[in-house]
């Protein structure tokens, strides 16, 4: 039948691992930034989930049994 390439191996996840790396970092840096300038309790903490997005997707990216785990379970 053929053989199976492992998902880290394919050359469409390449692409797909760098966008989501550079919109991750990009959720990081928005949600930090924008946290530190509230004063509004609720937006804060909706800014900080925007953040804390972006550190999932950075995790998700790296798609290994240590990665994921870190990201599911804190």
Same mark, same amino acid.
């Given at each position: ?22 919109? #991750? !970092?990009?959720?990081?840096?928005? $949600?930090? +930034?924008? %946290? &530190? ?21 950075? #995790? !998700?990216?790296?798609?290994?049994? $240590?990665? +994921?785990? %870190? &990201?599911?379970?804190?």
């Amino acid at each position: 039948v053929g053989e199976w390439l492992s998902l880290s191996e394919a050359p469409l996840w390449a692409f797909w691992k760098e966008l989501l790396t550079v919109v #991750a !970092l990009a959720s990081i840096a928005f $949600g930090a +930034i924008a %946290a &530190a300038a509230q004063k509004n309790l609720k937006r804060l903490l909706a800014y900080l989930v925007v953040a804390e997005t972006g550190f999932w997707i950075l #995790a !998700l990216t790296e798609f290994d049994s $240590g990665s +994921i785990s %870190a &990201a599911l379970y804190g």
